[in-house]
Structures are given as structure tokens and as C-alpha cells.
T-cell receptor, first 116, second 111 residues
Framework: DAGVIQSPRHEVTEMGQEVTLRCKPI?????LFWYRQTMMRGLELLIY????????DSGMPEDRFSAKMPNASFSTLKIQPSEPRDSAVYFC??????????????FGPGTRLLVL | GQNIDQPTEMTATEGAIVQINCTYQ??????LFWYQQHAGEAPTFLSY??LDGLEEKGRFSSFLSRSKGYSYLLLKELQMKDSASYLC????????????WGAGTKLIIKP
């Protein structure tokens, strides 16, 4: 299995620009998670989906952030407009539904975002 | 409230044993995960505990005491490649069964 795939791996953009991050979860997984990681705040859950349906977006920092999952094999996280404080590593993770260790989350390689 | 505490940093010697502790407070415990994260890489799954006791996987073992809200990760025969951050995460029924993450413990291995 290819694991969770994210693109781009690195993104440098200027303040005010739109940024779109992409994720392909592991085939057959039921859950998809978007996280943000910084030195100051650690790993933060932004939003997660169950069978393509957003379940909890309470971690999305503000209206500038939006996420979609149009089908079981693709999700996007969009920031519009981007700000320097959005600079972080954004991880996508996926897991099965089934309780216990079955719901172990597997992470993609991350997108390192720098907003100038 | 929900809280997970881990030491920020630990140092150990190659070939030795190290124990990384994690204490937690959640409204509804439903399992604890340990992840390893090398610098610049993604977290990778190490172990899962839901019942009290010790789970062993090769050089790594993880222990859980639900009554004490306590877990530890034990790494034996340390190798230089074990230098990484170790993240403790608890599944919390009060948070819709999602993971509450600790800040991680940076482990430095010296020769």
C-alpha cells in the first residue's frame, strides 16, 4: 500500500494568496483527519471526516480555512487568504472504523507551508 | 478538562534503557497510543494500550495504569536511530472519541 499521500510537500507563498493542500487517504479507510503542527502548539486536529462527511471542524482556526472531501480517495484543505501565522506543517492522516487498535491513525508525509 | 503531560526532553546513552512517562486527564478514556516522530518526518505508530499492563513489541514496550492515568514507553538497547520525539495520545470519549495529543518528548541518544 502506498500509504497516505499528500501534495505539495513544500509550499512557499506570500501573504494574501490562496493555498490548497491535497490528501489521498489509504484505500478503504473510513476516517480522514487534517492536523497542523507547530513548535509552539504541537499537533492540533483541524477537522475530520467519516465516510467523506465532515464530523467535527471545531479545530479550524477561522473562516479562512475550509476543507472538503468530494470522494473517498481525495480531500483538500484550503486557506484563503493565507497569513504568516499559518506557517506550519500540515498533516493528513487516515484510519479504519472499528474501535481499538483498528482505529490507529496513519499519517502522510506532511506539507511544509511557509507564508511570507 | 483534558490534559496530557510528558517531559519535554530526555537524554540517554546508546545501548541503555530509557522510560518516557505520560500522565493524562480525560473525561472518558478509550485507549492510549504512542507514536514516534523523527525530525522533519510524520508521526508513525508504535503501540496501543487499552487495558492495564504491559504490551511488548521487540525493543519497545508500553505500560498502562488506567486508575493512575499513567503510561510509559520503555525503549531497550537504545540505538542512535531512536533519537526522535515520542508522542503520547489518548482517545477521549468526551471529545467524540478523537485523540488528545501530548506535546511530545524529544529523546536525544548519545554515543
Amino acid at each position: 500500500d502506498a500509504g497516505v499521500i499528500q501534495s505539495p510537500r513544500h509550499e512557499v507563498t506570500e501573504m494574501g494568496q490562496e493555498v490548497t493542500l491535497r490528501c489521498k487517504p489509504i484505500s478503504g479507510h473510513d476516517y480522514l483527519f487534517w492536523y497542523r503542527q507547530t513548535m509552539m502548539r504541537g499537533l492540533e486536529l483541524l477537522i475530520y471526516f467519516n465516510n467523506n462527511v465532515p464530523i467535527d471542524d471545531s479545530g479550524m482556526p477561522e473562516d479562512r480555512f475550509s476543507a472538503k472531501m468530494p470522494n473517498a480517495s481525495f480531500s483538500t484543505l484550503k486557506i484563503q487568504p493565507s497569513e504568516p501565522r499559518d506557517s506550519a506543517v500540515y498533516f493528513c492522516a487516515s484510519s479504519l472504523l472499528g474501535g481499538g487498535e483498528q482505529e490507529t491513525q496513519y499519517f502522510g508525509p506532511g506539507t511544509r507551508l511557509l507564508v511570507l | 478538562g483534558q490534559n496530557i503531560d510528558q517531559p519535554t526532553e530526555m537524554t540517554a546513552t546508546e545501548g541503555a534503557i530509557v522510560q518516557i512517562n505520560c500522565t493524562y486527564q480525560t473525561s472518558g478514556f478509550n485507549g492510549l497510543f504512542w507514536y514516534q516522530q523523527h525530525a522533519g518526518e510524520a508521526p508513525t505508530f508504535l503501540s496501543y494500550n487499552v487495558l492495564d499492563g504491559l504490551e511488548e513489541k521487540g525493543r519497545f514496550s508500553s505500560f498502562l495504569s488506567r486508575s493512575k492515568g499513567y503510561s510509559y514507553l520503555l525503549l531497550k538497547e537504545l540505538q542512535m536511530k531512536d533519537s526522535a520525539s515520542y508522542l503520547c495520545a489518548v482517545r477521549d470519549m468526551g471529545s467524540n472519541y478523537q485523540l488528545i495529543w501530548g506535546a511530545g518528548t524529544k529523546l536525544i541518544i548519545k554515543p
